[in-house]
């Protein structure tokens, strides 16, 4: 699928920010004056539908915001981008003059509210940002620019917002950022933004979280903030004043985006390049033991599994790992893997007489 590389201004940073809601005239003219000062503003976020788990709580000013967008499309010369959910929302906010939409997390799960959205856009030459699904699933969130793309639409970027999680945690949504790395590396076309509000939950995460997908090499970022967060009506916990707003940002590290070879980053890459190399080549040694191993479990008729010098394997190795300082939960990883595969082979050989991979 091929975007228009227009979107996210690449290698620079596309900056978004603005309150979680429209709540009144007021609120969304004084935010988007005091954001219109800062230096890291590209677009002015602003929900004017609100998508709540609970209807007794604010859902939105709906319609009625929309002149106030247009003022502050007007006034400070800011585009807006807002979250639309039907054909509805995208019809009424394109006759506001708004050309920049965000599919929410709980529509992005939905590929019949996508899909009718994006018949809706066809013909138009709005932009479009995805959110990753409340529950990560990599295929349906990469299946709804597809939508958009069978439509005509162009310019369209991802937004992560980290997922849904009901184990107790520090954050509001799991950073989980395994799922931002796969997306980058399968679906490279597609700019990625980082909405590090909604995976926090409260302000006083943000900034190291911004730091962080920073360097993964995100695209932009998308952050909720307002004029008087203490008087949000939605997702209070969770939004900057525009003056903190400005000094996280002042204070956050960008990493450099060219590649600078010959210096000393493509020395330590040489030097993990072998030790892949060589890490590959045990692997490869130790199945052929597993093999062996096999064998002779198949002639003397004894069980594949034998949990105690698993066991064994796995206490030795994690007691290695502490001496060495390596996190434990990473050897345990690996050395899961490993074992997993070797049953495997066994299995195979043992049952079936078949070697596998060979
Ligand atoms: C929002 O951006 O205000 C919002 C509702 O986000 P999400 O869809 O990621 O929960
Ligand atoms: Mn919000």
Redesign the pocket.
Same mark, same amino acid.
């Given at each position: 699928m091929q975007l228009a590389p227009i979107f996210v201004p690449r290698p620079k940073t596309l900056f978004i920010a603005g309150p979680?809601?429209a709540e009144s005239e007021e609120q969304v003219l004084t935010t988007a004056r005091q954001l219109s000062q800062a230096k890291y503003i590209h677009l002015f976020?602003c !929900?004017i539908w609100?998508?709540r788990s609970s209807p007794n709580t604010f859902e939105g000013i709906g319609e009625a915001a929309l002149p106030w967008l247009q003022k502050v499309q007007e006034i400070y010369h800011l585009p807006c981008c807002i979250?639309i959910a039907t054909p509805q929302h995208l019809e009424q906010a394109l006759k506001a003059g708004i050309t920049c939409f965000?599919i !929410?997390?709980?529509t992005s799960v939905n590929p019949f509210d996508v899909q009718e959205i994006a018949q809706a856009a066809k013909g138009t030459d709005i932009s479009i940002l995805i959110?990753n699904p409340?529950a990560m699933d990599i295929n349906l969130w990469y299946g709804n620019f597809e939508r958009f793309h069978n439509a005509g639409i162009k310019k369209m970027a991802a937004?992560y917002?980290g997922g849904y999680s009901d184990k107790i945690q520090l954050y509001r949504n799991d950073p989980s950022w395994l799922h931002l790395i796969e997306f980058k590396q399968k679906y490279n076309n597609i700019p990625i933004i980082f909405?590090p509000?909604?995976i926090a939950g409260k302000t006083e995460l943000i900034p190291l979280l911004v730091q962080k997908a920073l360097y993964l090499d995100v695209d932009g970022l998308?952050i909720?903030t307002h004029c008087r967060p203490e008087l949000a009506l939605?997702?209070k916990q969770q939004q900057l004043s525009v003056c903190d707003y400005i000094s996280m940002m002042d204070n956050i590290i960008f990493p450099r985006q060219q590649d600078i070879t010959n210096n000393a980053l493509s020395q330590y890459r040489m030097a993990i390049d072998e030790i892949d190399n060589e890490l590959i080549a045990l692997i490869g040694k130790r199945i052929d033991i597993v093999k062996q191993i096999a064998l002779y479990k198949k002639e003397n008729h004894l069980p594949i599994l034998q949990i105690d010098r698993w066991q064994k394997v796995l206490d030795d190795s994690l007691k290695k790992a502490q001496q060495l300082n390596i996190d434990p939960h990473l050897i345990e990883t690996i050395f899961q893997s490993i074992h997993e595969s070797a049953i495997e082979t066994q299995q195979n050989m043992v049952i079936s007489n078949k070697e596998p991979h060979s």
């Open positions: 979680c809601s976020r !929900g609100k998508p979250e965000w !929410g997390a709980r959110k409340i937004v917002r909405d509000s909604h998308m909720e939605s997702d």
